[in-house]
């Protein structure tokens, strides 16, 4: 699939196995918005590997991803844009060795 963008801020029902299928099936990824969205770490790891071309990724208010996803999103170099507002279970220093 050569999908592109996908908005699904605020659907409760986005889980890690979502973020898991966009991950086989769309490596042309570019702009993803899960924000407050069931996803966790296992979800984050899974698209940083399978979408690669990601350049804007919206998680605010997805309260089960921690410092872990911050580690994953490492591999995403063309991501540009990175929302995190209102995840309370990420610390400055994760954020901190990001940038």
């Known amino acids: ?27 042309f990824l570019k702009r993803l918005e899960v924000d407050e969205c ?21 998680l605010r208010d997805c309260s089960r991803i921690t410092d872990q996803s911050i580690k994953a999103l490492i591999n995403l170099s063309k991501l540009e844009t ?9 610390t400055d220093s994760a954020v901190i060795s990001y940038v």
């Open 1 to 27: 699939l050569k999908l592109a963008t996908l908005k699904c801020g605020g659907c409760k029902n986005i889980t890690d196995r979502s973020l898991a299928c966009l991950a086989t099936r769309c490596p």
């Open 38 to 58: 069931r996803i966790s770490d296992d979800g984050i790891n899974l698209l940083s590997k399978g979408c690669p071309d990601l350049v804007h990724l919206n």
């Open 82 to 90: 990175l929302n995190l507002k209102q995840c309370n279970r990420i």
